[in-house]
């Protein structure tokens, strides 16, 4: 891989991908994407598929100015390991909970590809 791993990353996402890193040594999840494990410098990283499920660990609504609508700025604790901030889509805003289940989705927003949620039965 010659491009660096955010670029790699945005890649990946720019084709409906959405990749984690893991330390081989360790198993540790690893993002936002970087050259070494976060503690130990370990470079010895691979590119896993993100997990398919998650749980939101914190919320908060955005009450813009009308007509805006509010939304939810969410962060979400990855089976397996990882965090992402992003939001969850689907549901409205004051109805985001914490411990909520949420799945992963890509989707093409006005600046590219992003990450956001949906909810999940649990």
């Given at each position: 891989m010659s491009e660096g791993p955010e670029t790699y990353w945005r890649s990946a996402l720019?084709?409906?991908?959405?990749?984690?890193?893991r330390s081989i040594p360790s198993g540790t999840i690893i993002f936002p994407p970087r050259l070494a494990e976060?503690?130990?410098?370990?470079?010895?990283?691979?590119?896993?598929e993100a997990p398919g499920l998650g749980t939101v660990y914190s919320s908060t609504v955005i009450h813009p100015r009308p007509p805006a609508s509010p939304y939810n700025v969410v962060l979400v604790e990855l089976?397996?390991?990882?965090?992402?901030?992003?939001?969850?889509d689907g549901i409205d805003a004051e109805m985001v909970a914490i411990g909520m289940r949420v799945a992963p989705e890509v989707i093409e927003d006005e600046g590219g590809p992003l990450i956001v949620f949906r909810p999940v039965e649990s």
């Amino acid at each position: 891989m010659s491009e660096g791993p955010e670029t790699y990353w945005r890649s990946a996402l720019a084709n409906g991908r959405f990749l984690l890193q893991r330390s081989i040594p360790s198993g540790t999840i690893i993002f936002p994407p970087r050259l070494a494990e976060p503690g130990t410098g370990e470079t010895d990283l691979e590119w896993i598929e993100a997990p398919g499920l998650g749980t939101v660990y914190s919320s908060t609504v955005i009450h813009p100015r009308p007509p805006a609508s509010p939304y939810n700025v969410v962060l979400v604790e990855l089976d397996g390991g990882g965090r992402l901030m992003s939001r969850v889509d689907g549901i409205d805003a004051e109805m985001v909970a914490i411990g909520m289940r949420v799945a992963p989705e890509v989707i093409e927003d006005e600046g590219g590809p992003l990450i956001v949620f949906r909810p999940v039965e649990s």
